[in-house]
């Protein structure tokens, strides 16, 4: 799908975590799936944090900043796992160094077309980050840049100056769900699955593809979950793998919540899925599911129970199928 437009959408349904204090990156190396000493302060990473048995409570965006000496690690996550996710890594802060707060600043969503990006560049005298997961800085606030199979995109946590950034002539003024739709697309098709509390604990590390993302690191030390995610690794025992596909729009699932719902193979009506998570597009259900591997790169036609609803595959997260 492509959008020939540039806009910016407030991506309220995401909160920024910032982890302070001398231990910081110690405390979070000791957490989370990625290697966070690893991650260059110009640069953020895409990371899981699991549960004992290898499952993926919730997924999120790292980086540091260091500040007077003090190194500060930032975390985006969903919202509604926010308070679940401070309390849970409270747990383990025991004697360490360490505060975790939220960063109360907005997050915000940029969409620039090919050529607005570096009319952006001119008017503003900036120079925006060009590589997936780079980092920079001017007037407006942070940016990260964010994987995109066509234009580019941004992660901005805005410095509260967002109000000149809105009013630019450059982006286009729609429906605010239409363009929060796009962005959630645009990360399904980079390969991006964000848990939060609806899909919490039901998905392994490698069957929503953190490892084929560069989400984790099999070299650093301990983190819950890493016996189970390196058994997998070093055994080849991986089942299901994350994938695309889309049915069309009808009244037995129009604004139905099928997160967590199975899927089922048409032809012997076999479970070899689930729905991690779904966006409405162009009168299509865009859905994003982890599938059995003995079903990828094969014509299979699956469908969900309850409403029964069938659809399509698509076979790769960088094409479009009309």
């Keep these: 799908m492509k959008t020939d437009f ?174 929060q739709n796009i962005w959630r697309y645009n990360d399904f098709c980079s390969n991006l699955p964000f848990i939060g509390i609806q899909n919490s604990n039901l998905f392994t590390a490698q069957s929503i593809n953190l490892d084929l993302i560069g989400a984790i690191s099999f070299n650093k030390g301990c983190y819950p979950g890493q016996e189970v995610i390196a058994r997998i690794h070093y055994k080849n025992k991986i089942k299901y793998r994350m994938t695309l596909g889309f049915c069309y729009l009808n009244d037995s699932i129009i604004n139905k919540n099928l997160i967590g719902y199975d899927i089922f193979n048409k032809d012997n009506s076999i479970e070899c899925g689930r729905i991690i998570d779904h966006v409405t597009l162009d009168n299509k259900i865009f859905i994003l599911l982890e599938l059995d591997i003995n079903f990828h790169n094969k014509t299979t036609f699956l469908y969900i129970k309850n409403p029964e609803q069938n659809f399509e595959l698509q076979h790769s997260l960088q094409i479009f199928i009309k």
């Design 6 to 179: 540039s806009f910016y959408t407030n991506l309220n349904d995401f909160s920024i975590i910032n982890v302070t204090g001398k231990d910081s990156e110690s405390f979070i190396q000791r957490q989370y799936t990625q290697d966070i000493t690893n991650i260059s302060n110009n640069k953020a990473c895409f990371s899981g944090y699991c549960s004992h048995n290898g499952k993926v409570l919730f997924t999120t965006i790292l980086w540091k900043e260091l500040d007077k000496n003090t190194k500060n690690i930032y975390c985006i996550i969903k919202s509604d796992v926010v308070e679940y996710f401070i309390k849970r890594l409270q747990l383990f802060i025991l004697k360490s160094d360490v505060s975790i707060k939220i960063h109360r600043q907005e997050l915000f969503g940029i969409y620039f077309a090919i050529n607005d990006k570096t009319r952006f560049e001119e008017k503003y005298s900036t120079q925006l980050p060009h590589n997936e997961f780079e980092i920079s800085y001017n007037q407006f606030g942070t940016w990260i840049s964010a994987p995109s199979n066509n234009n580019k995109r941004f992660w901005l946590i805005t410095n509260n100056n967002s109000e000149k950034l809105i009013n630019s002539n450059i982006f286009q003024t729609k429906a605010e769900v239409l363009y």
